[in-house]
C-alpha cells in the first residue's frame, strides 16, 4: 500500500485527538448530570475506527456498537449535534431519542449502533448482499467487540456472509475485556491465537492488525474493502487495542492487573502517530485548539431544547 499523504496523516491525528478530548468531555458532562443513562467510553481506541473509516468511501455503510462515539466523530458528525445526542435534546443527531448508545447519522450511511451484542453483524450481512445484488461499488463496515465472537449471530452470519460472498468487511475490536471479563477467559482458544483464526472455519479471509496504529489499521481495511467490491468476499479483521476506562461509567476496571494500563498507555495510537510524523512538538497546541472546539460544541448543545412526547410518539408509532 502507498503511504498516505502528510496532510491525511495530520488529520487522522487532529481526529484522534478530537475522539480522545470528546470521550473526556462526555465523562465530564455525565458527572454534571447532564447525560442521561450511563455512557461506554473510548480511550485508548482511536486508531482502530480512524483507521479503518478513512479506507471507506463516503457511500459505504457502517455499523457500530453502543461504545460508538468514536465511530461517530471518526465518520464526520457534527460535534454539537453529537454531544446534544448524548444529552438527549432535540438538536442531536436522533434529535434526542438514541441517546449515548445509539449516535447515529443516516446521512453518513450510519446505518445503525444495536446495543444487543453482536447484532450488527447480521445486518451489515445483509447490506453487503444489498451492494453486491445491486451491482454496487460499496460496502457494509461492521465493528463489534470481542465479547460478541461467542454468540450465535457471529458464527451464522459469518458463513452467510462466506458462502454469498456478501461485500461487507467484518472488525474485531478487541479491547482485551467483554465487559468485565478478559476474553481469554471466554475463549477456548490457545494464548496466542487470535480471535481473527475462527474465520477460517468459514473459508474467510482473515488478518490480524495492531489496533494502535492507525496507518497499519487503514491499510488492512482498504484492502479487505478492495477484496470485498471485487467479488472475492468478506474479510474478518481483528484490530488488538485497548480501552482505557471500565466497560461503563461505574466500572472502575479494578480486575485489570497491576501495570497493564500503563503498558498499553506506552502505546497510545495518538502518541504512536504523532511520532510517526514528527508531531509530537505540535500535540500540545492541537489540544489546546480542538479542546476549544469541544467545550463550544458542548456549551452550545447544553442550550438545545428538549424534544417533546409527541415527538417521542411519532418514533414509535406509525401514521
Known amino acids: 500500500m502507498t503511504a498516505p499523504p502528510d496532510a491525511v496523516l495530520r488529520t487522522w491525528l487532529e481526529q484522534m485527538i478530537l475522539i480522545r478530548l470528546a470521550e473526556d468531555k462526555v465523562m465530564e458532562i455525565y458527572m454534571q448530570g447532564l447525560v442521561p443513562g450511563?455512557?461506554?467510553?473510548?480511550?485508548?481506541?482511536?486508531?482502530?475506527?480512524?483507521?479503518?473509516?478513512?479506507?471507506?468511501?463516503?457511500?459505504?455503510?457502517?455499523?457500530?456498537?453502543?461504545?460508538?462515539?468514536?465511530?461517530?466523530?471518526?465518520?464526520?458528525?457534527?460535534?454539537?449535534?453529537?454531544?446534544?445526542?448524548?444529552?438527549?435534546?432535540?438538536?442531536?443527531?436522533?434529535?434526542?431519542?438514541?441517546?449515548?448508545?445509539?449516535?447515529?447519522?443516516?446521512?453518513?450511511?450510519?446505518?445503525?449502533?444495536?446495543?444487543?451484542?453482536?447484532?450488527g453483524i447480521p445486518v451489515a450481512t445483509g447490506a453487503g448482499m444489498t451492494a453486491r445484488l445491486r451491482g454496487e461499488d460499496r460496502i457494509a463496515m461492521c465493528f463489534f467487540g470481542d465479547g460478541a465472537c461467542n454468540i450465535g449471530a457471529f458464527h451464522e452470519a459469518l458463513n452467510m456472509a462466506q458462502l454469498w460472498r456478501s461485500q461487507v468487511v467484518f472488525c474485531i475490536e478487541n479491547n482485551q475485556y467483554g465487559e468485565y471479563t478478559p476474553f481469554r477467559d471466554s475463549t477456548a482458544l490457545p494464548p496466542e491465537a487470535p480471535i481473527a483464526h475462527r474465520a477460517a472455519a468459514y473459508g474467510m479471509a482473515h488478518a490480524v492488525v495492531d489496533g494502535q496504529d492507525v496507518i497499519a489499521v487503514h491499510d488492512m481495511v482498504a484492502q479487505a474493502r478492495a477484496r470485498a467490491v471485487a467479488g472475492d468476499g468478506p474479510t474478518l479483521i481483528e484490530a488488538q487495542t485497548y480501552r482505557y476506562r471500565g466497560h461503563s461509567r461505574t466500572d472502575p476496571g479494578a480486575y485489570r492487573p497491576p501495570g497493564e494500563l500503563d503498558a498499553w498507555k506506552e502505546r497510545d495510537p495518538i502518541g504512536i502517530l504523532a511520532s510517526g510524523i514528527g508531531a509530537d512538538g505540535d500535540l500540545e497546541a492541537l489540544r489546546e485548539r480542538l479542546q476549544q472546539e469541544v467545550d463550544e460544541a458542548a456549551d452550545r448543545a447544553a442550550e438545545g431544547p428538549w424534544p417533546t412526547l409527541d415527538q417521542a410518539r411519532d418514533y414509535v408509532f406509525a401514521d
Open 38 to 119: 450511563t455512557v461506554h467510553l473510548c480511550q485508548g481506541q482511536e486508531a482502530a475506527s480512524v483507521g479503518a473509516i478513512g479506507a471507506l468511501t463516503g457511500d459505504d455503510w457502517l455499523l457500530c456498537t453502543y461504545r460508538g462515539h468514536h465511530h461517530a466523530l471518526a465518520r464526520g458528525m457534527d460535534l454539537e449535534a453529537f454531544f446534544a445526542e448524548i444529552m438527549g435534546r432535540d438538536s442531536g443527531a436522533c434529535r434526542g431519542m438514541g441517546g449515548s448508545s445509539y449516535v447515529v447519522d443516516a446521512s453518513l450511511g450510519m446505518i445503525g449502533s444495536p446495543a444487543i451484542i453482536g447484532a
